[in-house]
């Protein structure tokens, strides 16, 4: 119902920090990668997890319960760090976190956390951390049923009107089960650019088709980078028998 009297609102100012509470048995060092635990709680990053900035202090909570005590994180900004391998050619390029003092460009199974946003020397960066992941856009498809057997050779999907990194693909179902997909009957799904294929999943017997509602990723990237000008395609090769239904691709690029 509307307001009958005046109140006040938390207003945060500071956009910079950020608290959490820290979990169980947990110690969070002074610059640490910080990642969210699957039950919420903040921790030293684990590949995988949620990135949810840098540690601005230590945070010890070896002997506390879930919650016992807070950490306060750094949400905005540029760190230096060594990230193996960088040059100045990947100013702009997506930053994934491994592990919780470790920086890589391999997207597959890391944590997202931010961009090059300079390259001082070789193999350091300067990276611009991105928590709300506000970088990251999505190319979704709609691949219609197409029927066993039946193949898409290459669609044109999206064009990139500026140099981007793709740095994700799934497979996403829709309410249509597969049918027919298997060792002998496979379904192929490919995105590819103008440098060559970016991923490429084969669903066969021991890997199914991903269920009605349910995505598979399509695995790591190749080709990343996309040129301005460059045009994303899908082709979908499917078995005689196979079937896979109504589907989604979708790609995530910086």
């Avoid at 995988?48 to 540690?55: I, M, R, T």
Wanted: charged residues 15%; contains cysteine.
């Amino acid at each position: 119902m509307p307001l009958t009297a005046n109140r006040d609102v938390d207003h945060y100012i500071d956009q910079e920090l950020r608290t959490l509470p820290v979990g169980a048995a947990k110690r969070i060092f002074k610059g640490a990668f910080v990642g969210l635990s699957a039950a919420g709680y903040a921790q030293p990053l684990v590949a995988g997890d949620p990135f949810v900035g840098v540690a601005y202090e230590e945070a010890d909570n070896t002997v506390g319960a879930n919650a016992a005590i807070s950490v306060r994180v750094y949400t905005l900004g540029d760190f230096g760090h060594a990230l193996s391998g960088a040059t100045v050619a990947d100013v702009g390029r997506p930053v994934f976190a491994s592990a919780d003092n470790t920086l890589t460009f391999t997207a597959a199974g890391q944590s997202y956390a931010g961009f090059v946003q300079e390259v001082p020397a070789s193999g350091q960066v300067i990276l611009r951390i991105d928590p709300s992941r506000s970088k990251i856009k999505t190319v979704t498809t709609l691949i219609e049923d197409l029927g066993a057997g039946a193949d898409i050779s290459a669609r044109a999907i999206h064009g990139f009107d500026q140099a981007v990194w793709i740095v994700g693909a799934r497979v996403v179902n829709q309410t249509t089960a597969s049918a027919g997909i298997n060792d002998a009957n496979t379904c192929v799904v490919a995105l590819s650019t103008g440098a060559g294929t970016v991923a490429s999943k084969t669903f066969d017997t021991a890997n199914p088709f991903p269920g009605v509602n349910a995505s598979a990723s399509m695995g790591a990237m190749t080709n990343a980078h996309a040129i301005a000008g460059s045009v994303l395609s899908v082709a979908v090769t499917n078995g005689a028998t196979a079937n896979p239904g109504t589907f989604l691709v979708e790609a995530d690029y910086v």
